[in-house]
């Protein structure tokens, strides 16, 4: 039986709660990539989730309204792509408590692909940020490709009018790593049918 790119659901996520975030700019690239391959796509804010700082006293009874439909979009998807900001040569906040709410009593994000990559208006490019996410998904058994990763530096100058990369080296690499994932999301699910 065969499995239809359209079947291949994503989770589009920016780890930046700033409503002119480099990152969200960035994440509507690989939001495209994604749809020019037949992806469905879904976007989580975090700004609108407004998830409560993680706290197992507030999940006593059961988890707060925000969290259960942050895993339950989570659980539909077979790749999130994230966009995150460096903040502290790490990842934000909101975006750590996302993933351990995420995490709490049943890992949503077991199994699932991930794209990961940052713009930041910085020379370094967030590379130190990925460098933790990557870290935290891989203990929680998400797959990320080890290449190529996007690091978009100097990010207040990186992306012309239209929304794309100046730098199309960089812009073909995100095209790339988007690909690349989600190929091998349909190789897996083949293999699981």
Known sequence: MGIEKSEVRVLAI????????????????????????????????LKVLDLPMFNEDLAVNQLPESVVKMKSEIEKSDVIIIATPEYNNSIPGPLKNAIDWESYKKNSFSGKFAIIFGASAGIFGTIRAQLHLRQILTALNVDILPQPQIFIRLANDAFLEDGSLADQQVMTQMQTLVRKTLELVIQKKRTEH
């Not at 920016?14 to 976007?43: M, T, V």
């Open 14 to 45: 920016a780890g930046s709660l700033r409503s002119a975030s480099l990152n969200k700019k960035a994440l509507q690239i690989a939001k495209k990539a994604a749809l020019d391959f037949g992806a469905s796509i879904n976007e989580l804010d």
